[in-house]
């Protein structure tokens, strides 16, 4: 090897140790920070899926109460923190509620756990419209139903329907028969409705 090939390793070897004399705190400072970041994110990730199953077992053993209870397990379910699983304990609740004829009850449980989530909200205003319609309160749920999905349209039919309304119930199944899936056991349900009203349902084409 060349005497200049030797100079020039020294010289880069030299280079790179006062480069990390000067620079290796903070290289080392770094990589701890960076294993410290993942360190961190894994210990939140466990903590997140600890509370998980500790919110699944809590509305497991409201469920598990409502099964065995009843309507005495309404207390279980108010203790629930709020969110998704206090909302699909208040929909058990409340339909327990509901087949014991209590429906000021069931609409209490159901307005107490509305949920945020869109989906799931559309359902509990459902829920509370049928029972209102139910305890002659059809004047209320016409009120709140604004939805233009085939089950609300539906349930506004039931509501005018129950007020005397056959006209606009009429028109209500109507669009609400266009919005159904064909073939489902609910279009039958709500073609007979229509056809209570006047309506006369469209005939399926034969090919």
């Known amino acids: 090897m060349a005497i200049d090939e030797i100079l020039d390793e020294h010289e880069q070897s030299r280079r790179v140790q006062e480069w990390l004399r000067r620079n290796g705190g903070g290289l080392i400072g770094g990589i701890l920070l960076g294993l410290a970041a993942v360190g961190g994110w894994k210990w939140w990730q466990q903590r997140q899926a600890q509370a998980e199953m500790k919110q699944a077992d809590t509305f497991q053993a409201a469920v598990d109460a409502i099964e065995r209870d009843g309507i005495k397990a309404a207390g279980r379910v108010q203790t629930l923190p709020a969110g998704v699983?206090?909302?699909?304990?208040?929909?058990?609740?409340?339909?327990?509620q509901a087949d014991a004829r209590?429906?000021?009850a069931a609409i209490a449980t159901l307005?107490?756990?509305?949920?945020?989530?869109?989906?799931?909200?559309?359902?509990?205003?459902?829920?509370?419209?049928?029972l209102q319609i139910d305890s002659g309160k059809a004047a209320?749920?016409?009120k709140a139903l604004d939805g233009t999905d085939a089950a609300t349209?539906?349930?506004?039919?039931?509501?005018?329907?129950a007020l005397g309304q056959v006209d606009a119930a009429r028109e209500s199944y109507r669009k609400s028969l266009a919005k159904a899936e064909v073939g489902?056991?609910?279009?039958r349900l709500l073609e007979l409705k229509y056809t209570q009203v006047g309506g006369v349902p469209a005939q399926p084409q034969t090919p």
């Open 184 to 187: 489902s056991p609910q279009r």
């Open 85 to 96: 699983y206090r909302s699909l304990a208040a929909l058990r609740l409340a339909k327990t």
């Open 111 to 130: 307005r107490s756990a509305m949920p945020t989530d869109t989906a799931l909200k559309a359902i509990f205003e459902r829920r509370i419209a049928l």
């Open 102 to 104: 209590d429906n000021a």
């Open 140 to 142: 209320d749920a016409l």
């Open 153 to 161: 349209l539906e349930l506004r039919g039931d509501a005018q329907f």
